[in-house]
């Protein structure tokens, strides 16, 4: 794993200790819209706390007599949370508002959270890291998911844990071009070849940098990265936005089409490279802080929250949140 680099390294974190107990971790989904009442599927919202998303599945697929695999969540919720989710299919949420509570704070840590947050307000958004919840309890689900892929390890009979595997490996890989952007001190600015990303439309080629970088300034735009598999959109070749997506795979020693025969599992795509950031609240108490936000559906909280804290080593208590 890549030391993540931090975006607003220029402002003071408020340091301190989140996750102290499930309470100090609520989520909230928003969803697209509301049930109808009919149909042949259940509509459920379960509130859970220090369970893993995987095992309330089971645990209700259990109750409700039916397998595994015919319950849907929207998005995997941390353990570590009082998370509040529906039965529904993955990507299937609009938003999250987390509200979060951070513990041994100092004075001041409000006004230096505020700061932070306000920066991240700004477009183009915050980066939309994948969280340490991503790579499973022992952080080793990535290098799990390459076995998979490289065929070191065949496919095993669960599908739904090889996906998860395979996803973790992507998600590091896109994690790797993030801090390579943001390293670089390119995370704002638009490339030759980048494949952006039009708020609430579709993705597109950037072949006039100028035009498209006013476009980002406005929040307009979104730069993606790769989420590598066989359909994945790539850059065209020959262009700045191509060879830094390729040097990812060659740094790991994966082929371009190294995700061909897992295709069934994981065909590919783009995701933002930043997630607008809306809504912040911060409100101090004694030597505590309480902040909430609200993300598009697949942003982290934790990724947020290690750039208003730094330097704590206590953003993710347990990284096996999923």
Not at 95 to 109: I, M
Request: charged residues 25%.
């Amino acid at each position: 794993m890549v030391t993540l680099p931090y975006l607003t390294s220029e402002l003071a974190g408020t340091g301190g200790a989140l996750r102290s107990c499930d309470e100090d971790f609520v989520v909230d989904e928003e969803l697209p819209y509301a049930p109808s009442g009919a149909g042949d599927h259940v509509f459920v919202r379960i509130e859970k706390r220090g369970l893993a998303t995987l095992d309330a599945v089971r645990m209700l697929a259990r109750a409700l007599d039916v397998r595994d695999r015919d319950v849907g969540v929207a998005g995997m919720k941390d353990r570590h949370a009082v998370a509040h989710s529906h039965k529904l299919r993955t990507g299937h949420v609009r938003a999250n508002r987390f509200t979060l509570r951070v513990r041994g704070v100092a004075p001041g840590a409000d006004e230096r959270a505020r700061a932070v947050l306000s920066a991240l307000s700004q477009p183009p958004g915050a980066p939309n890291w994948y969280g340490e919840q991503r790579f499973g309890r022992d952080g080793d689900n990535a290098a799990r998911g390459r076995a998979l892929v490289t065929g070191a390890r065949p496919l095993g009979r669960d599908r739904r844990l090889d996906r998860l595997m395979i996803s973790a490996l992507q998600s590091q890989l896109f994690n790797h071009w993030l801090a390579a952007r943001i390293t670089d001190g390119l995370y704002r600015t638009v490339l030759a070849g980048d494949v952006l990303h039009k708020r609430g439309g579709g993705m597109f080629v950037c072949d006039d940098p100028a035009t498209d970088q006013a476009r980002l300034a406005a929040g307009e735009l979104a730069i993606t990265g790769p989420m590598f598999g066989d359909r994945m959109r790539w850059p065209p070749e020959a262009t700045p936005a191509f060879a830094r997506e390729a040097e990812i795979l060659a740094r790991e020693g994966l082929a371009a089409d190294a995700f061909a025969q897992v295709r069934a599992l994981a065909e590919g795509t783009r995701r933002d490279a930043a997630i607008e950031v809306r809504d912040a609240a911060v409100v101090a108490g004694d030597s505590t802080l309480e902040v909430a936000f609200t993300l598009p559906g697949g942003g982290y909280a934790t990724a947020v929250m290690r750039e208003v804290m730094k330097g704590s080593d206590r953003v993710d208590a347990d990284p096996g949140a999923a």
